[in-house]
């Protein structure tokens, strides 16, 4: 079956740019989850949805990232007014509720100039 | 606040020799989630093992385990006989209630290089 799919793959924008980068779930599963990797560092948690509760919001960086998740499937993280420290790989994550396993997409690369 | 430790960076091992990943981790929570991510060159994150804090016994998955040891609060993944594939980045985590059930906190991963 299909997996966790992100849109695009690559994506290279100037400072001060806003961005979009998509998820679509394995389908059925309610919940999805954002990270974010930095170049030689683990994954750091940004937000979760699970269903139609509100989201969890409490690892975005700053204000200048928000997301949605559409129909309690796919989802869209934005960046508004990117700045080089954003410059990381975004992970996508889907799971079925309170399953333990997550699984991940293959992630976008934004480049931030 | 919850952290997970991996003291190793990187690891160079032999062919079909077992090798053995660091992990320890802070939480406060007495029910706890560990879990093991491999990460390939290709980027995509590979869930390979989980551990619960009140299991009995430590988990396994084909030639993985984890080597639980709650008191030292220590979860090492233990790779036996390796394979040229399993060269890749290896990352620890962990889940709790007090941070939120559902979200993963990750170690910074060693990269581990089988040698032919």
């Known amino acids: 079956g299909a997996g966790v799919s992100q849109s695009p793959s690559n994506k290279v924008t100037e400072k001060g740019k806003d961005v979009e980068l998509r998820c679509d779930p394995i389908?059925?599963?309610?919940?999805l989850y954002w990270y974010r990797q930095s170049l030689g560092q683990g994954l750091e948690f940004l937000i979760y949805?699970?269903?139609?509760?509100?989201?969890?919001k409490s690892g975005l960086p700053s204000d200048r990232f928000s997301a949605e998740r559409t129909g309690g499937s796919v989802s869209t993280l934005t960046i508004q007014r990117t700045q080089q420290e954003d410059s990381a790989v975004y992970l996508c994550a889907s799971s079925f509720y309170q399953d333990n396993e997550q699984f991940f997409g293959p992630g976008t690369r934004l480049t931030v100039l | 606040a919850q952290k997970i430790t991996q003291t190793q960076p990187g690891m160079f091992v032999q062919e079909k020799e077992a090798v053995t990943l660091d992990c320890t981790y802070d939480?406060?929570?007495?029910?706890?989630?560990l879990f093991w991510y491999k990460q390939p060159s290709s980027g995509e994150m590979i869930f390979l093992i989980y551990?619960?804090?009140?299991?009995?016994q430590n988990a396994t998955e084909g030639r993985y385990s984890l080597n639980f040891q709650k008191a030292r609060k220590s979860a090492n993944l233990v790779i036996s006989a390796s394979q040229l594939g399993d060269s890749a980045m290896y990352f620890c985590a962990v889940s709790s209630p007090s941070f939120g059930n559902e979200k993963l906190t990750f170690g910074t991963g060693t990269r581990l290089t089988i040698i032919p």
């Open positions: 949805f699970q269903g139609n509760s509100a989201p969890d």
């Open positions: 389908s059925g599963h309610t919940a």
């Open positions: 551990q619960g804090s009140y299991d009995q």
């Open positions: 939480t406060s929570d007495p029910s706890y989630g």
